[in-house]
């Protein structure tokens, strides 16, 4: 380990992230690269291994080899020569027929040698030709290497605009033996090898076919010398493409010298003719096929131009011996030496363009750099334009990019000179003209601005700000005031195409302008674009005596005074000495003494700018000698008042230190009342004054002009503190906003219970210590040490406070966040384990009551913030092992509570501790069978029976035994809520599923009971159904069903108090009922209490009548007699006797015919008449009938109209009227619908 830190102490920090990059490769790459090596010999030696694959400069070193065999001067001619591919099958005679044409042996003997060891390639050299024979095995590759190698060998040999020919050597036996498949697929392969020639030499090739071992057919011998005899070449063209089927017939064209044979030669060898005529069309049907396949059609490449086919043997009579020969154009001396020519010449022409390139780029490149110079210097001036026709301020921070990127351009431009001497004497006018535009550019996009702003306020800038705007616009190089301005920048640039000029600054002045800023930047000019501007002017810019050029002209209209400059210093120090005096004695004014200091902060930074620029115009004087001397000839004479500048600057100068001193006094007490404002009342009182003076003079003293201005820093520290100290007693708090008691409680209401602990430790308690320290060596008055710790007191108070809000506001944060019952398990798990947020909490709280000791008198009040704490405290205490035991039966409670939700009991089986409170608080002791009904507790899951015995205040439910356990701890009021709140949920989860449940039961009720018959008479007084009498049974409390199932279901919850319905006490305003339920079994209950008697007998409904006068018979001589009504088996009859109430009972349940009638008797004729109203066609015949009746003056009594019978005209309608007391519908009616 040692060695290695060695090693790594030697490479540079800079280098050591690439070191590690380096290593990191290695380790990643050494042992891929030995598993690689592993399998590869791991590979068995037996094994039939892959050819290996053709490098792609294999033939091309064949052909180098081939060439470096050659002389050295017969190599560049061998490199002309035209060249011949000679491609075919294997044993078709290609090496027999190249020895045969080109006498390759007779150059090698004149040391010229052809290269003949290679497997794939052979080349060899002939008189006036080159040629390649292709292997076999070459030709059958058809791999992308192969064809990679193969176009680099023929772009080297061909590329240069050799003439090219390419040769197919076939033997007529292959042909005519060989499968059709197989001579397709060489065809193909010789195709592809001739496209990639093609595509080498950028043309359609020549091709010939050549034809061998044609001797070895009998009679061809007799053949070739028949046509050599009438000297008809062995060569025949080969037809049109499209027509290569005609090569089948090539022999019939050859048929008119057979009848000469006949004559020229013996009758064996014509006889041996005429075989061969008769039996050689074979291999030239064969030869067909073969170009036809040869020929297939190939857009993507060029097709090669097939000329003729040639016989060869090995007879040279019988063989045409220029299968390989080129034209004679490109053979011939004449040709050859024109091409070397050409060549030559080509290459001079390069080699002279080669010795003029770098000259040519030399000024190109200068060109070029000229044109972007230009470009952008136009850029920048186009910008500048742009801007002030827009109105827009041209600010030095907009226009420093344009200006750098101009003088790089320049820059580059005049260091490309030095790539060629004359470069110095070419485009003089354009480059001074560009270095020209960029210092004008700079002018009117910088300096300018500036003086036109001065012109415009003349009150914001000062006099020699002007002067030295001045110095810098008429400021160049050669000139003193340039090199003045120059010697102020804190670095200069260094241009190429400017000559530095002036002296270089000393290493003082360098050091003072390191130090501070300098006047450019003072007068709000850019120190680069200033330095760019001047070393470019030369000579130095003059304003020309046109209103235009009024900018560059002194802009104070008036005559400069000294009191006038001398004024703001005067008017700040006067304020700051009256501000002083004045809070020091007038405590009443103290509101005002924060907003003064604030108001002349603005001020007091403007004359400490003004103090700090004085330092850098110390030069002034020299400048405007520098001005006056220039060749911009500028006239001073016009600066009116300028003398006095020069004294403005010489006063500030000789009272910097006592100018400096004040305005720190004045930011110390501007720091010190800040300071003050965030300090509490108690960090007040043990200050000795408002700021700490500084170590400077104990009496400064200013003058100006007439007046002497003096402070006093301590004093007036101590008598502004006094006097904050006076303000607080007289008014109770301190005049710069600070708020006590509760609002400053209310303000920190962001706060959090740690960092209200943390305030206490680190502020409050080291806050009364250093107090209660301090004080007793104060050698303070009684009364003042009394009213000082009543303030330290009155802090602890409030934040005791605080203190207990925030322990409350922790309390009060802990939320049980099971909203719904599917999070309810999960929850009530997470509170049984070891830490939850309600152990977090009551951590938290335990651990911030933990704030002893609280000793000594300060600290009652916290004490007593804290004491209600203390059960928490005692709650959270932990054991030896960390564990809270005192939480444990609480977390027992929870985790019993939680077996019960997620309990499934048996169908039909309730636990009796759920139900006990619906049993009256009596458990059932057994199963509840599983036939029948379900009750209200077999409805609800166990979240609903455990929140029920909740709601029901039972003593067994889980909310008693928590409350149980928090009156055991001492925990009361607030603090019992987070410890009530999982209940709490469990209890309103359960009572959302009891009202629910109540909800369904009661709308499934409604919908099977009391719909049915509400929807009918005598309950809808509209309604043409009505209700069978037998069909009210389910309302009868004793038996009915609709009473069996409230009993079942809704008496757990409610209770019927008199003629109402209720809640029980403990659901009274805890439980939402479904709407209208009370209101209908109210009523409900009164209709069965109508209806039938305890022992659920029919009760009839007692109503009461009374008969009123009869009417008047409708005819003269006719009277009245008698008038009756009848429902059911009740009648009552009216006859004209004193009008008294008498019982009718009515029989609901058996109303049979409901009828009126009036008894018309006539004395004359002895006759009687009746007249009469019946309703017999319903179940509430008496109810629709007394219903009919049409109402009177007085509400209790009914009128009838009736018709006598016969009667046809409204003279027989009497009206018959009885008294009514009672309406018999009105119980059905009052049900609620």
Known sequence: MDVIKKLTAFIPPKWKPYALLVLALLALFVPLFLVWRAKRKSTPAGGTAAPEPLAKNRLRKVREKFLAGLPLRHRVAVRDLPGVVVMGPAGAG??????????????????????????????????????????????????????????????????????????LVLDARWLQDTPPDEVRRAAQLLRGKLNLLSEVRGGALETRVCLTHLDEREGYADFAKLLRAYHVPLRFPLPPPGQEGKLGSLLKAQEQYLALGLTALPVESFERLERFYSEGHAPFEALSRFVTALMEGQTLAYAPTLATVSLSSADKDARDPDVLSV??????????????????????????????????????????????????????????????????????????????????????????????????????????????????????????????????????????????LLATLHGSREEPLGQL???????????????????????????????????VTAVGLNESLVADYVTMSNPPWSAPDTPEASWARWPFPEPLTLEAQLLPWQAHLRRLQDLLANRAVEPRELERLDADLESMQDERRRLQVLLDDSARFSSLPRALELLAASEARVDTSRFRGVASTLKTVAWINDHRDALTNVLRMEEEAY????????????????????????????????????STFEFRPKDGSRLLHQA???????????????????????????????????????????????????????????????????????????????????????????????????LLAEELSRLTQPSSEL???????????????????????????????????????????????????????????????????????????????????????????????????????PLGRLAFAMMMEDDTSYLRKVDAWLDQQGLIGELRQPFRQPFLA???????????????????????????????????????????????????????????????????????????????????????????????LGRLSRLARMLWDTEGRPRPLMLQVMPLPLPKAPTQGSFVTLGSLKCGKTTFLAYNQSPTWQEFPLAW?????????????????????????????????????????????????????????????????????????????????????
């Open 839 to 941: 152990v977090d909490m009551l951590r938290d709280v335990a651990q911030g009551v933990a704030l002893e000791p609280l000793d000594g008198p300060f600290y009652e009040s916290l004490r007593n913030a804290v004491a209600p704490f203390k059960p928490i405290a005692t709650v959270m205490k932990p054991d030896e092992t960390g564990n809270y035991t005192a939480l444990n039966p609480y977390r027992a409670l929870v985790a019993q509570m939680s077996d019960e939700l997620n309990a499934v009991p048996r169908p039909g089986v309730v636990p009796a501790e759920a139900t006990a409170s619906l049993n009256g608080g009596l458990a059932t002791g057994g199963a509840q069978p599983a036939g029948g009904a379900a009750k209200l507790p077999e409805l609800l899951t």
């Open 724 to 822: 904050l100290l006076r303000y607080h007693e007289k008014t109770g708090r301190l005049p710069f906003g600070v708020v006590e008691g509760e609002e400053v409680v209310a303000s920190r209401g962001g706060a959090t219970l740690a960092a209200d602990r943390l305030e206490f430790d680190t502020r409050l308690r080291p806050l009364v210590d250093e107090f209660t320290t301090r004080i007793k060596g104060a050698g303070l008055p009684v009364e003042e040490v009394s009213q000082r710790q009543e303030h330290v007191r009155r802090k602890v108070n409030q934040f005791a406070f605080q203190y207990r809000n925030r322990l409350f506001q922790r309390v009060s944060t802990y939320r049980f966040q099971a909203v719904i019952p599917a």
């Open 327 to 468: 034209s004679a154009e490109a053979s011939t001396a004449r040709a050859v030496h024109d091409r070397y020519l050409h060549t030559h010449l080509r290459r001079a022409v390069l080699l002279g363009l080669a010795f003029a390139l770098p000259l040519l780029a030399a000024y190109g490149h200068f060109a070029w750099r000229l044109g972007q110079a230009r470009t952008r210097v136009q850029r920048f001036e186009d910008m500048v334009q742009r801007m002030r026709d827009q109105g827009q301020e041209v600010s030095g921070a907009a226009v420093q990019d344009p200006v750098l990127a101009a003088g790089q351009s320049l820059d580059s431009l005049w260091r490309a000179m030095n790539a060629w001497p004359l470069l110095r004497y070419s485009f003089t006018g354009a480059r001074e003209d560009l270095r020209q535009r960029l210092a004008r550019g700079i002018r009117e996009a910088h300096i300018r601005p500036a003086l036109e702003k001065c012109h415009r306020q003349p009150d914001t800038c000062r006099p020699e700000q002007v002067v030295y």
């Open 485 to 519: 301005v120059l010697s102020s920048l804190k670095t200069r640039p260094n241009w190429s195409f400017v000559s530095e000029g002036g002296q270089a600054e000393s290493a003082g002045d360098v050091a003072a302008l390191e130090a501070g800023r300098s006047w």
């Open 986 to 1080: 469990v209890r309103d989860l359960g009572q959302r599923e009891i009202e629910r449940t109540l909800e369904r039961q009661w709308d499934d009720a409604s919908s099977r009971f009391l719909r049915p018959l509400l929807g009918r008479y005598p309950f809808t007084p509209d309604a043409s159904q009505e209700v069978d009498p037998g069909d009210l049974e389910v309302l009868r409390k004793q038996d009915g069903a609709f009473w069996e199932f409230a009993t079942r279901v809704l008496a757990p919850v409610c209770e019927e108090r008199g003629s109402e319905w209720v809640p029980r006490g403990a659901l009274q305003s805890r439980l939402a009922l479904p709407q209208g339920m009370l209101p209908t």
């Open 671 to 706: 720091l010190g009342v800040k300071a003050v404002q965030k300090m509490t009342v108690a960090e007040l009182l043990v200050r000795d004054g408002l700021w700490l003076p500084g170590n400077g003079p104990a009496v400064l003293q200013v003058p100006v002009l007439q």
């Open 1149 to 1233: 349940w058996d109303q049979q015919t409901a009828s009126l009638m009036l008894e018309v008797r006539a004395p004359a004729d002895q006759s009687v008449q009746y007249a009469s109203l019946e309703k017999s066609r319903s179940a509430w015949s008496c109810f629709r009938l007394l219903e009919s009746s049409q109402s009177t003056e007085d509400p209790q009594h009914r009128r009838w109209s009736l018709r006598a019978r016969g009667a046809t005209s409204t003279d027989g309608v009497m009206d018959l009227r009885f008294g009514l007391k009672g309406e018999p519908w009105i119980p059905f009616r009052e049900v609620p619908r």
């Open 94 to 167: 290609k090496s027999r027929l190249i020895e045969l044409d080109l006498d390759w042996k007779r150059q090698a003997r004149q040391f010229l040698p052809s290269l003949l060891t290679d497997s794939l390639l052979q080349v060899y050299l002939g008189a006036d030709v080159v040629a390649q024979e292709l292997s076999p095995q070459l030709l059958e590759d058809e791999s992308p290497q192969a064809r990679e190698a193969l176009r680099r060998l023929w772009r080297d040999s061909f590329g240069g605009g050799q003439q090219t020919l390419a040769v």
